[in-house]
């Protein structure tokens, strides 16, 4: 079955993409409320401010998280080192 075997390679890439872009967007999310924070009244600066930072910190866990779940996976076999880029070389049998 060659189709069982591409889809349980992808599960933990999709996983780890999922956390990869979860993320890039919270933590983009976060520096949007930070530097919003900087205008406005003082009171909603600050509101805006730590939910801004709280949010950032989600997304750089995120991040790291798939960072961390891609190495791990790598050592324990679960995804395989992409190949070398095709070079147009036909190998000799």
Same mark, same amino acid.
């Given at each position: 079955m060659p189709h069982a075997a =591409?889809? =349980?390679m992808g599960a933990p890439l999709s996983r780890i993409f999922?956390? *990869?872009q979860s993320g890039i967007v919270l933590g983009a999310l $976060?520096? $949007? *409320?930070? &530097?919003?924070?900087?205008? $406005?009244? =003082?009171?909603? =600066?600050? &509101? *805006?401010? $730590?939910v801004g930072v709280v949010v950032l910190m989600i997304g750089i866990g995120f991040t790291v998280s798939a960072v961390v779940s891609y190495v791990l996976s790598q050592r324990l076999g679960l995804v395989r080192t992409p190949p070398a880029r095709y070079s147009g070389?036909?190998?000799t049998p």
């Amino acid at each position: 079955m060659p189709h069982a075997a =591409a889809r =349980a390679m992808g599960a933990p890439l999709s996983r780890i993409f999922w956390s *990869l872009q979860s993320g890039i967007v919270l933590g983009a999310l $976060g520096g $949007g *409320l930070m &530097f919003v924070s900087s205008t $406005g009244d =003082a009171e909603v =600066a600050t &509101f *805006l401010h $730590g939910v801004g930072v709280v949010v950032l910190m989600i997304g750089i866990g995120f991040t790291v998280s798939a960072v961390v779940s891609y190495v791990l996976s790598q050592r324990l076999g679960l995804v395989r080192t992409p190949p070398a880029r095709y070079s147009g070389d036909v190998p000799t049998p």
